[in-house]
């Protein structure tokens, strides 16, 4: 009887490893689609925000204020579906 060396299968990736691999290139597809692709989210209408009385008013997703340095918004919630634009604060006076 002769003996015959036999060679170990190669090594593989496993696939958790590809797995991961591959959520990570989703999630980076996502993050550069998102910061290269322009916002379709709507802004406050003109008549609320020109108006200097109205310090902070929303579109029932977000909520924007009148600072200093301009007007600053908060982010929409993933599923918000706008409204009319309202004012929630007047400068009093």
């Given at each position: 009887?002769?003996?015959?060396?036999?060679?170990?299968?190669?090594?593989?990736?496993?696939?958790?490893?590809?797995?991961?691999?591959?959520?990570?290139?989703?999630?980076?597809?996502?993050?550069?689609?998102?910061?290269?692709?322009?916002?379709?989210?709507?802004?406050?209408?003109?008549?609320v925000a020109?108006?200097?009385?109205?310090?902070?008013?929303?579109?029932?997703?977000?909520?924007?204020?009148?600072?200093?340095?301009?007007?600053?918004?908060?982010?929409?919630?993933?599923?918000?579906?706008?409204?009319?634009?309202?004012?929630?604060?007047?400068?009093?006076?």
């Amino acid at each position: 009887m002769s003996t015959a060396s036999t060679t170990p299968p190669a090594p593989r990736a496993s696939s958790g490893a590809l797995a991961a691999w591959g959520i990570a290139i989703v999630v980076a597809a996502t993050v550069l689609l998102g910061e290269l692709l322009p916002a379709r989210h709507a802004v406050p209408a003109r008549s609320v925000a020109d108006d200097p009385a109205c310090l902070e008013w929303t579109d029932g997703c977000r909520v924007c204020q009148r600072l200093a340095a301009g007007p600053a918004c908060s982010l929409p919630g993933i599923a918000c579906q706008t409204a009319e634009p309202r004012c929630l604060r007047h400068r009093d006076g």
